[in-house]
């Protein structure tokens, strides 16, 4: 696996190889998926209602899926019963397309 660069960009942030990511979480949509940004925070769309941590759990699974890792290796730091929260991705084993292409033009 690659070491990736430990700089900072709005969105997310580096820690070794472990990726930290602040997101701003829109419920109740038709589809899952990642709209942009949203001032300095990933936009994501989940169609989970934010009911009894069920939000956080389909962000976890939406994330295992996208970046190819187990959902044990993703954890919440913060933003609870927030729609911003941080969440830490162990040692992700792929970067998805928009990720990439997010990155490039921040």
Known sequence: MQDYPTNSVSFYDWR???????????TRAKE????????????LRINA?????????HIIHYLANEF??????IKLLSGLKH???QM????????PDWFNDLSDST
């Open 16 to 26: 070794g190889k472990d990726l930290i990511l602040n997101i701003h979480v829109q």
């Open 49 to 57: 209602m934010p009911i009894d941590n069920k939000a956080n759990q």
């Open 32 to 43: 899952n998926s990642i709209t942009g940004l949203n001032g300095d925070r990933l936009k």
């Open 88 to 95: 830490i991705i162990k040692q992700p084993s792929q970067l």
């Open 83 to 85: 729609r911003d929260k």
């Open 68 to 73: 190819n890792a187990k959902q044990s290796d």
